[in-house]
């Protein structure tokens, strides 16, 4: 089971007194924790909502696992190489959100990374052999994909490529889940999918509180929070070096699974990337995307992105802050 990278703390949970209330739960969906938090003026009706989002997850994780091969995204891999297959409108819109972030990124978010990042296996401690990279690594390039956004249709123009929808699909989850909770009339609501997070609302009068880990320090159950966020009605979305990793005991290289699509490789300019924007959608892709690019490269790409922040930890372990996020000079 994946460890939360958030965390979210100090939520105020109400003695199961009938009426209004807090409600909380938390399942494993996705290859991680999902937690929702709502107030609610009636337990039962809450209840209901908290289900429903559980029930969206799962259908979301059944729709795009690459690991489930009756999956939409399963089956459109095996066959995209030789004809349009025809996707759905979710699925059309999901790979739409992508390709805008690899063209604003000049390809560093690239969800043909999977190509050659369907053979790394971090449980198995097993990365691509060099004929592997030699064949598949020509075959990570967005351009390769082929979308009509009219149609519903995806192509792929490569014998090789594969996709994968890990650095979005949890983020894009996270925006559905506020959906349905709205529809239920909430309005004070905290949902998580392992490292990405969407608030409504506050905690009723207070900010909900989200916390950065530490990605090199463990504590006794969990890691240590390097920094405290107090956040409302946001997305938050967390990319980190130490979820999904093995170190190569030859090369002593740090092997996660944030790709850098121009190598092959694991990125490894930083070791931790928040996003901060309305949607959890584009704050996962862009936490993804950021933590290809760097320091430099991320905040310079940010600019141009008005509502959004970030804070980024560096391979020294030196927190960088986007302008926003930094008091003003006096
Ligand atoms: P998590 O899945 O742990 O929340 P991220 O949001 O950082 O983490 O996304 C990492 C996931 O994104 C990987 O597991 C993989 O599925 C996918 N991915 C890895 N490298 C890239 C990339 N360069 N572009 C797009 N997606 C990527
Ligand atoms: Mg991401």
């Given amino acids: 089971m994946r460890l939360l990278r958030c965390w979210l703390i100090g939520i105020l949970l109400a003695p199961g007194t009938g009426w209004a209330e807090w409600l909380h739960d938390q399942q494993d969906i996705m290859g991680t924790e999902v937690t929702v938090t709502v107030w609610h003026d009636q337990a039962a009706a809450g209840k209901e909502a908290i289900a429903a989002v559980m029930a969206d997850m799962r259908r979301i994780d059944a729709t795009y696992s690459p690991y489930i091969e009756s999956s939409e995204l399963a089956r459109l891999n095996a066959t995209a190489a030789q004809q349009p297959v025809p996707i759905s409108a979710e699925f059309s819109y999901l790979i739409e959100r992508s390709l805008h972030y690899s063209r604003l990124s000049g390809g560093a978010f690239d969800i043909t990374f999977a190509s050659l990042g369907w053979f790394y296996d971090y449980r198995g401690k097993k990365k691509p052999d060099a004929e592997q990279r030699k064949n598949l690594l ?32 949890k983020g894009y989850a996270v925006d559905r889940a506020v959906e349905i909770l709205r529809r239920y009339g909430i309005t004070h609501a905290s949902v998580s999918a392992g490292g990405d997070s969407r608030l409504l609302g506050d905690r009723r009068g207070r900010p909900w509180l989200i916390g950065i880990k530490n990605p090199r320090q463990r504590g006794a159950d969990d890691r240590e929070v390097v920094l405290t966020m107090p956040l409302s009605d946001v997305a938050v979305s967390t990319s980190g070096d130490y979820e999904r990793f093995f170190i190569d005991e030859k090369t002593g290289e740090r092997v996660h699974h944030i790709i850098n ?67 003003p000079s006096p």
């Fill in 138 to 169: 020509p075959a990570i390039n967005y351009k390769f994909l082929t979308l009509d956004p009219v149609r519903h249709t995806l192509a792929f123009a490569h014998p090789n490529v594969r996709i994968d929808l890990g650095g979005i699909a």
């Fill in 261 to 327: 699509p121009k190598t092959g490789r694991s990125a490894d300019s930083v070791i931790s990337v928040t996003i901060l924007g309305p949607q959890g959608t584009d704050t996962d892709a862009l936490s993804t995307t950021l933590f290809v690019l760097g320091v430099e490269q991320g905040l310079a790409l940010l600019e141009g992105l008005p509502g959004f922040d970030a804070v980024i930890i560096d391979a020294a372990g030196k927190v960088h802050y986007s302008p926003g996020l930094q008091p």
